[in-house]
């Protein structure tokens, strides 16, 4: 047993060494701004990965198409060793004199070539390929957009999960307080029990009453972490790293924006808006190239090099000249690919239109709940004030004797549910101007 005992205690000791000399991650202090600008980082958010990747190979693209005004040039060396059968030539059929002291052969060989040759293909005039490069630059403006939109949509998600998690820092704190004002009053009833002057039903009230706020604080704690991790995840960091946020849920009226205003905003710096307007132009762009291939097009063909035997017996020789394609017929295919650029036109017009309709209805809905919520905000406050002094008051009645303790348990109810209230609403407020700095693509100006 005293062996079991002293393991015991040296595995406790061990232990505590190990916990005091781990390294300690170190406590980071967050603004929105710094959130943000992590989630964006190059390590940041894989959705903010995925889109810069995504214009990388776009603007690959449109360099592969722009390869199309250039020479493709090629070199080739040869060495072979050849026999030829002059029969599968056609030469089998020439018929020599009778009495000629030689006969025609049928194979020729071994001989030695050798071929060193350097060719050139270069594109002088195609309105198709001219209208396909300006159509990949279209949709390199795109793919730009796309990216900024990736970053807008998460600062966005960024800075709603950092004003929760303000939002359940507000609602422990006010739970924290529930529950001191909860142990305060328990103290008062039973001092008031021992002192003659209250029962014990009003002690028992009290306890529920601090049970009761003892389970929304844990509850309170809980979602906190949950909160916290959501951010860090939102950042793509590791949860385990210890955060406090640096601020609290306030409010903070803005200068009154009409719709017109944050419309014309939108309009200005939706990304998502702007990325459909060059995809729009780009299936313009394709559709005229497909159009344009059923006209003549002009190159130009050189190669240069040299032949013979061997090395030392090679000559030069040369080929250059200028070739104009006209096309005639492809079975249809080209018709049908017309069709198909005509659809994609079209798809890409109805995206657009319905995201302008998308977009007055976010404006609308946050320039409302803006306004409603900054009312919520201000009954809110109010009704706070007036639940302090409400419980105030009961405390003051329940001390002199002239009420009982259900007033002041009924005041600090309504004192709790006016906290709730509070954050309710200026989370409800924060959340609608995030709403309205995304619906207007300024959400990394809201951030700043």
Not at 203 to 225: E, G
Not at 375 to 400: D, I, W, Y
Not at 405 to 433: C, F, K, M, S
Request: glycine residues 4%.
């Amino acid at each position: 047993m005293k062996k079991h005992a002293l393991l015991t205690f040296c595995i406790a000791i061990a232990v505590s060494a190990f916990a005091q000399t781990a390294p300690q991650r170190q406590l980071m202090r967050l603004t929105m701004k710094q959130a943000v600008e992590i989630a964006t980082s190059k390590d940041g958010s894989v959705r903010v990965f995925f889109a810069r990747e995504a214009l990388r190979q776009a603007r690959s693209r449109s360099a592969q198409s722009f390869a199309a005004f250039l020479p493709d040039i090629e070199s080739s060396v040869q060495q072979r060793n050849m026999d030829i059968n002059l029969a599968a030539q056609g030469f089998s059929s020439i018929h020599f004199p009778a009495g000629l002291p030689f006969a025609f052969p049928s194979l020729v060989g071994p001989f030695n070539v050798f071929d060193a040759r350097a060719t050139a293909q270069l594109s002088i005039f195609s309105l198709s390929d001219i209208r396909r490069y300006q159509a990949s630059k279209a949709t390199v403006r795109a793919a730009e957009a796309d990216s900024d939109q990736a970053t807008n949509d998460v600062s966005a998600q960024v800075a709603r999960a950092y004003l929760a998690a303000q939002r359940s820092d507000a609602a422990l704190a006010a739970a924290d307080a529930d529950v001191a004002l909860a142990e305060t009053l328990l103290k008062e009833a039973q001092d008031e029990k021992d002192a003659g002057m209250g029962t014990g039903i009003e002690v028992t009230r009290a306890r529920v009453q601090l049970l009761n706020q003892t389970q929304q604080q844990l509850i309170a704690r809980n979602d906190r972490h949950r909160q916290y991790w959501q951010l860090l995840r939102a950042m793509n960091v590791p949860v385990e790293v210890p955060v406090e946020l640096d601020g609290v849920l306030g409010y903070h009226e803005d200068a009154a924006q009409s719709f017109d205003e944050a419309h014309k905003a939108a309009l200005d710096h939706r990304a998502d808006y702007k990325a459909l307007q060059h995809r729009e132009e780009t299936a313009r762009l394709t559709n005229s190239s497909v159009a344009f291939e059923r006209l003549p097009s002009v190159a130009g063909f050189a190669d240069y090099g040299a032949n013979g035997s061997s090395i030392e017996h090679a000559l030069p020789t040369r080929t250059y000249g200028v070739q104009v394609k006209v096309p005639i017929f492809d079975g249809g295919r080209r018709d049908e690919r017309r069709v198909e650029t005509q659809s994609q036109l079209r798809q890409a017009s109805a995206q657009t239109e319905d995201l302008l309709r998308q977009i007055d209805l976010d404006i609308h809905l946050a320039l409302d709940t803006i306004d409603s919520a900054a009312e919520q905000v201000k009954v809110a406050e109010q009704a706070l004030g007036l639940a302090e002094s409400e419980l105030a008051q009961a405390r003051r009645r329940n001390s002199a004797g002239v009420s009982t303790g259900i007033e002041v348990t009924d005041a600090q109810t309504r004192l709790t549910r006016a906290r709730d209230n509070r954050i309710a609403a200026l989370y409800a407020y924060n959340l609608a101007r995030v709403d309205l700095a995304q619906a207007t693509g300024t959400i990394r100006q809201f951030v700043q």
